[in-house]
């Protein structure tokens, strides 16, 4: 999952109600803006276009170079790949009324903005607004560790056991290798500050 580095200075509703498309490329709580304000105005956002990759970002730059040497194509206007803020999950692209209507300053309220004049459609969180630090926003990636409960058969009978999977293993919560499995005995040892295990 995706932490954002936004402030949760704005309110935010569920994206999975109020955002039709690949919200959850987005970062968490510009998607959780979005989904307010459709909320809202009763709507819901239809994403033409939100998380772009680096490369799609160069295709898309590429195109636009060709347009610009033989007025050909349909991409008019594209950024430098690494300069568009769809590329740090920070930016969508809508044509769902009334959002793609209204104009930059209606926004405000819900933390967001519309900082290219020529493009209505295109939405950003106004903390972003006129800025190139793409970097100082970018969520960052966390791997989500659930502890979930796992049967695991000893000496031919099942036992439960609280465990973590991650990365394809399997971590064993060590108390229940003494409580549950019964397999080894752990204390801790205050005076030394370490989990003894003896078989
Ligand atoms: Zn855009």
Request: proline letters at 6%.
């Amino acid at each position: 999952m995706f932490k954002s580095k936004l402030k949760p200075a704005y309110p935010v509703a569920d994206p999975a109600l109020y955002i039709i498309g690949k919200w959850e490329e987005l970062d968490p709580i510009f998607a959780g803006r979005l989904a307010k304000m459709a909320k809202d105005y009763r709507a819901q956002i239809k994403l033409t276009e939100g998380y772009r990759s680096s490369a799609r970002q160069a295709e898309l730059y590429r195109q636009y170079q060709e347009y610009r040497r033989t007025g050909k194509g349909s991409i008019k206007l594209a950024a430098r790949p690494g300069t568009s803020w769809h590329e740090f999950r920070l930016a969508i692209d809508t044509s769902t009324q009334p959002i793609r209507g209204m104009p930059s300053i209606q926004l405000q309220k819900y933390g967001l903005c519309k900082p290219i004049k020529s493009e209505p459609w295109h939405i950003q969180p106004l903390e972003t607004a006129g800025r190139k630090d793409y970097k100082n926003w970018e969520p960052i990636w966390q791997e989500e560790e659930m502890v979930t409960e796992t049967k695991i058969m000893v000496d031919g009978k099942i036992k439960t056991v609280k465990r973590i999977l991650k990365d394809g293993e399997n971590y064993i919560r060590l108390r229940d290798m003494d409580d549950v499995l019964g397999v080894v005995k752990v204390e801790y040892d205050e005076a030394n500050k370490v989990a003894v295990v003896t078989d």
